[in-house]
């Protein structure tokens, strides 16, 4: 059983569902050619639809003024520091205002009534003047609607464009009339610069207006300022601040230098009295060289070395010795009596400095006093001349600004502006809009756009199998044979007629790469190769013989053919199918096994009172249902009457007999069979033969069909060949291109391809 070639083998078991995701931009490609001729609609309705747009659409035109402006300070009273200070703020605002200000109603409403363009038919046609209808009364109210209503108008055609890395701006106007255009457009570019100079010399009126009651008020200030000053002078006995003319100042300074002087002299009288209270005579002489002390002391040394001499010669009783002793002592008195002096009167100098020294403390303290009551009298006195000096110099910049908005105002005569008119506009010669290539244009690329867009969607919406990559993708089988739609151009997508056929045209000789060509034959769709062997389609079934001969190893006999639906090309390809195996000399059965609908008798012209059915009821025998067909070594078995229970006739013995006899009769049995998911016909027949080759009908069979399908048979161990891939469009592609290559090759060649 292991061997049973009629059991699926391993690589034929269930997969798991390829990814339908991936998607090739060869894949989109091919979506737009196979659905061209929807593209090709969209884009052409479309494009006739701006054509019509085009020729009902009113014409406009467009005139264009072109001003440059310049930056200019907003106001005579702002300093030009603060300019300075906010020149890179502004700069980035300036320009987007004045934009702002040329679209503004404002300026729109001065436009209308320096045009009165609510008399101008051109402009309004019902000639809605700001006078109301005659015979009719309007209120102010009434008249600011309709102007406002007119400037409207003037808001929806204009248009301002600043000219990119310059001061340039572009101011145009769109109307029906070219003259109002090219007028609307310079009364804008006027009215600008009319507004932006009554708009600043009125700035300059109200700031010198402002500037002049300033300079009164800061006059007035100054004039009490300078009061206030006087009086408080005069309260507090200040005239001048200087320290160079402050009596105050100078005595506090010279007192303060006195104080260091008589504190540096107590200091040191205090040292030398300290030093000499309790000293020695010679540390007092010492203290006084050449003082009476020194002198004293000095005779005194003079007469004790005298007497040391004198008593190394003498003795001490010696008159003379006595003499000097006496005199010793009584300068030794004298020395005493001039120490107690020298004490007492260093003393008395000592006291005197710290006298002289406590009374400069009392006067220096007296005085600070005078001056902190003199400095806080300075402060409020500096106030106030700080104060006045302060409104001197605001008098001063507010006087100047006031000459410079006199000057301005002077200057309003001449109405010089920052705006200034580089071009004005001329009277269009031609219409604005519309224009026949923009719409075209447009039309083309929106009908592209949508047509595009629709062709996805459709194609998104379409879930039909329709190329061998589809086929690929979802069903995961190998393609047998890619079988090229025959109908007619202009024919649904499919067959359509059972008949369709080719021939050849006889040589033209001036044109011997068209010699060959094909002319429309009675040729019945399912013997394509027996009757025009040389046609494209006949190739591919050919090439689907050598693909199933060439499917396995253990030879291939028995071969049912199949399909998910009806309608995808199986009967056509099992006849087909069996007439190449037919041409290669070996005998051939074709069995019309679908028991519901046959067909296949009527196209090989046989009768269908006896076939299958009869054999499997016992009502024939085997030479009675192997009918010989019009072409060489094949034969069919029709399906004979129609049964009340096909799937039990071809699920019996009696069935597997027939399939047993054909296999010794025949060296190869071809079965057609009904559809695989209405019927379970095909199953069972797909479980006895070698196995099934799937047929899809490109364009036909629903992806959801083809793979439920391959399901069922691969749940029943129905061994699937392939697929044959019928009614396959061929215009382009690669295997459009496959097609012409053998058709070119066909052209050129001699002798029959079959062979």
Known sequence: MANDPRIMPAQFALEPEPNEGEFHISQWIEVVRRRRRLLALVAATVLLVSAVLYAITPRMYRASTIIQIERRSASAVVSQQSIQYDDWLDAQSFLPTQLRLLRSRGLAERVVRNLRLGEDPAFNPGRANLLGSAGMTSSAADDAAAQAGLAGRVQAGLGVAPVEETRLVEISFVSPAPELAARVANGIADAFIDWGVETRFATVGKASSFLTSQIETVKQEIQDKEAQLQAYGRQTDIVTLDPASNVILQRLEALNRDYIAAVSERIAKEARHNEIANATPDVVASAFPGSLVGQLQADQTKLERDYANKLATYKPEWPAMQELKAQI????????????????????????????????????????????????????????????????????????????????????????????????????????????????????????????????????????????????????????????????????????????????RQRNPPKPKKALSLTRQEVPIELLPHGSPRLAVSESYRGLRTALLLSTANGLKTVVVTSAIPGEGKTATAANLAVVLAQLGRDVLLVDADLRKSRLHEVFNLSNRVGLVNFLTGGADPAAVFLRTAIPSLYLTPSGPTPPNPAELLSSERMREYLELARQRFDYVVFDSPPALPVTDSTLLGSMADGVVLCVGAGTVLREDARSCLERLRLSEVRVLGVALNRFRIAGGRYGKQYRSYEAYVDSSTGDPSA
């Open 329 to 504: 002592d009584k300068n030794r008195l004298a020395v005493l009596e001039a120490v107690g002096k020298a004490r007492d009167s260093a003393r008395s100098d000592y006291q005197t400095a710290l006298r002289r020294e406590q009374s400069l403390t009392a006067e220096l303290t007296r005085q600070k006093a005078d001056a902190m009551q003199l400095n806080s009298a300075a402060v409020e006195y500096n106030n106030l001349k700080v104060e006045v000096s302060t409104r001197r110099k605001l008098l001063d910049d507010l006087i100047s600004r006031q000459s410079q908005t006199e000057v301005e105002s002077r200057l309003q005569g001449t109405r010089d502006s920052n705006v200034m008119v580089v071009d004005r506009a001329l009277v269009p010669g031609g219409p604005y809009r519309p224009s026949l290539r923009r719409n075209l244009s447009l039309g083309l690329l929106l009908g592209l756009g949508l047509g595009l867009g629709m062709v996805f969607f459709v194609e998104y919406l379409d879930r039909t199998l329709k190329t061998p990559d589809d086929v690929d993708r979802v069903l995961g089988l190998p393609i047998l044979a890619v079988i090229p739609d025959v109908s007619r151009p202009g024919d649904r997508y499919g067959y359509g007629h059972a008949y369709y056929g080719y021939g050849r």
